[in-house]
Each structure stands twice: as structure tokens, then as C-alpha cells.
């Protein structure tokens, strides 16, 4: 079975921009979640999409979004970019959802905002 | 407050001592769920372990170990005669029952050295 993927590996903006992030889920798991990464705040959860619905979501600010397709793919956009937003961004996927569920990491999406 | 603590940033060792990391944490919910997830140096995240918060037993996989003690909110991993390849960050987390968001420990800088 092919694993989470996400794409792209790496991202350069500038600062304002917006930006979005994809990530392919392993075939037949429904839920989708998102984390960010950085050295100062650690990993941070975003949001998570089970069955295209937005089942939970993190304390972050309305610039970050989220949806998730019928085939259960995800994409996460960050609207007007800021440079506190460059971090790592790791999508997971499990069948079921986040809750009790051993999660499945992408490899992430490395965003510089400058 | 829900809280996963890992007080050790950075354990260093050489390869074959045994190495225990750290996880306390703190939650209302008498229902919840941990999680170990290792994360080497190319980034993506690892299952580890699962363990509700009904199941105390401790658990023996290999080389890895896990201790979960409710009476101290603890949650601790144990690597027997460690290797190099072991290298990597470890984080301890936390699913509450109640918001079902999972809750990131710091992680823990494993490094072995030959």
C-alpha cells in the first residue's frame, strides 16, 4: 500500500501570499489531519476532515483552511502568509480519525515564508 | 488543563545502555488515549504504541518497552540495549475524551552514540 503523500516537499513565499498544501491519504483511510511543526511550539494540531466534514479543529487563526474530497484527499491553505508560519506541515491519515487511531505521517511540507 | 510533558529535551548515550524517556501528562477525562510516535531525521512521523486509559498493562515489544502508571500520569518508554539507529526524536501525546484533539509532549532528542 503506498503511504501518505504530500507534495510539495518544500515551499518558498513571501510574506501576504497565500498557499496551498495537498496530501493523498492511504487508500480506504477516511480521516484526514493536519499538524504543524516548528522549534518553538513543537507539533500543533490543525484540523482534521473525516469523510469530506471537518471533524475537529486546533487553535489557530481563520487564515488557516481546510477541505477534504470525495476520494478522500486533503488540502490545507494559509492565507496571507506570515513569517510565524514557516514551519513544517505534516498531514496524517488513519482509518477512522485522530482520536484512538494510530495515525500514518506524510513526509510534510517544509514552508519558508520570507 | 490537557498536557503532555516531556522534561527531557536531549538524552545522550552510548550504543547498548539501556535508555528510559519521560511522559507525563495531565488531563480531566477518565477516557483517553496515548500515543509514542518516533520521528527520525527524515521527518516523518512513526507509530509507536497506543494505550487507553482503561489498559494499565504494561506492554514489551522487542526492544521497546512501555510503563503506564495512572497513579503518576506517566507514561514512560524504554529502549533495552540501545542502537544507532534508534537515533531520533520520540514524542509522548495525548487524545482527551473530550475534544478528541490530539496533544503534543516536546519530544525528546534521542541520540546513540557508537
Known amino acids: 500500500k503506498a503511504g501518505v503523500t504530500q507534495t510539495p516537499r518544500y515551499l518558498i513565499k513571501t510574506r501576504g501570499q497565500q498557499v496551498t498544501l495537498s496530501c493523498s491519504p492511504i487508500?480506504?483511510?477516511?480521516?484526514v489531519s493536519w499538524y504543524q511543526q516548528t522549534p518553538g511550539q513543537g507539533l500543533q494540531f490543525l484540523f482534521e476532515?473525516?469523510?469530506?466534514?471537518?471533524?475537529n479543529k486546533g487553535n489557530f487563526p481563520g487564515r488557516f483552511s481546510g477541505r477534504q474530497f470525495s476520494n478522500s484527499r486533503s488540502e490545507m491553505n494559509v492565507s496571507t502568509l506570515e513569517l510565524g508560519d514557516s514551519a513544517l506541515y505534516l498531514c496524517?491519515?488513519?482509518?477512522?480519525?485522530?482520536?484512538?487511531?494510530?495515525?500514518?505521517f506524510g513526509n510534510g511540507t517544509r514552508l519558508t515564508v520570507t | 488543563a490537557q498536557k503532555v510533558t516531556q522534561a527531557q529535551t536531549e538524552i545522550s548515550v552510548v550504543e547498548k545502555e539501556d535508555v528510559t524517556l519521560d511522559c507525563v501528562y495531565e488531563?480531566?477525562?477518565?477516557?483517553?488515549?496515548l500515543f509514542w510516535y518516533k520521528q527520525p531525521p527524515s521527518g516523518e512521523l512513526v507509530f509507536l504504541i497506543r494505550?487507553?486509559?482503561?489498559d494499565e498493562q504494561n506492554e514489551i515489544s522487542g526492544r521497546y518497552s512501555w510503563n503506564f502508571q495512572k497513579s503518576t500520569s506517566s507514561f514512560n518508554f524504554t529502549i533495552t540495549a540501545s542502537q544507532v539507529v534508534d537515533s531520533a526524536v520520540y514524542f509522548c501525546?495525548?487524545?482527551?475524551?473530550?475534544?478528541?484533539?490530539?496533544?503534543w509532549g516536546a519530544g525528546t532528542k534521542l541520540i546513540i552514540k557508537p
Open positions: 488531563t480531566r477525562d477518565t477516557t483517553y488515549y
Open positions: 494505550r487507553n486509559s482503561f
Open positions: 496524517a491519515s488513519s482509518p477512522w480519525g485522530s482520536y484512538n487511531s494510530p495515525l500514518h
Open positions: 501525546a495525548l487524545t482527551p475524551g473530550s475534544n478528541y484533539q490530539l496533544i
Open positions: 487508500s480506504g483511510h477516511r480521516s
Open positions: 476532515y473525516f469523510s469530506e466534514t471537518q471533524r
